[in-house]
């Protein structure tokens, strides 16, 4: 059974930084891309950043380039988003969520997701 | 950026066919996916590659293409239905591989 498991997310102050980890079990994990998407309260899916299985590919939302970098450590079966300069409008759940595919292309798997919160 | 562009809400009654679309220029070249995500929940991918369906997906959902518009059409819609529904697809270039509509509320009448 494939599961997806958030964990990191907390309040933090504006500017400030968090990194998200998303533990995955029941697949191969080298063998798909995965994709971090976040949602807003009371708002549509974004997605945020994806990176290939082999890790060697990244990609970013024009949002979050420059601030946020994705990260996998498939010894560990682990994805990473590092957050840094965080804002106010970065605040949403982010939940990771596992490819059909070694590129990414559409999403199978999801997560239930880590609220981040960024508030003074 | 690049965006895929979906009504905000579609309204149909019990039985009926609903349709909702997604549109963007690079359809025509790109797969299209589909969502479902009920309040709470995460989301469901309920068509891929256009017109695949996942297995455990009931056979009312089905996807098709024209052009620069795809369609999910939901027939014999059933109260379980009523949801939030996502397309997602990626542009031309490469630069954006994951881009989702804003998404369609489906109301069951």
């Known amino acids: 059974e494939v599961q997806l498991v958030e964990s990191g997310g907390v309040l933090v102050q504006p500017g400030g930084s968090l990194r998200l980890s998303c533990e995955a079990s029941?697949?191969?994990?080298?063998?798909?891309?995965m994709s971090w998407v976040r949602q807003a309260p009371g708002r549509g899916l974004e997605w945020v950043s994806a990176?290939?299985?082999?890790?060697?590919?990244?990609y970013y939302a024009d949002s979050v380039k420059g601030r946020f970098t994705i990260s996998r450590d498939n010894s560990k079966n682990t994805l990473y988003l590092q957050m840094n300069s965080l804002r106010a409008e970065d605040t949403a759940v982010y939940s990771c969520a596992k490819d059909l595919q070694l590129a990414p292309s559409g999403c199978d798997y999801w997560g239930q997701g880590t609220l981040v919160t960024v508030s003074s | 950026s690049y965006e895929l562009t979906q009504p905000p809400s579609v309204s149909v009654s019990p039985g009926q066919t609903a349709r909702i679309t997604c549109s963007a220029d690079?359809?025509?070249?790109?797969?299209a996916y589909w969502y479902q995500q009920k309040p709470g929940q995460a989301p469901v991918l309920v068509i891929y590659k256009d017109t695949e369906r996942p297995s455990g997906i009931p056979e009312r959902f089905s996807g098709s293409s024209s052009g620069t518009t795809v369609t999910l059409t939901i027939s014999g819609v059933q109260a379980e239905d009523e949801a939030d529904y996502y397309c997602q697809s990626a542009d031309s270039s490469g630069t954006y591989p994951v881009v989702f509509g804003g998404g369609t509320k489906l109301t069951v009448l």
């Open positions: 690079a359809l025509p070249k790109q797969y």
């Open positions: 990176i290939s299985g082999g890790g060697g590919s990244t």
């Open positions: 029941g697949f191969t994990f080298s063998s798909y891309a």
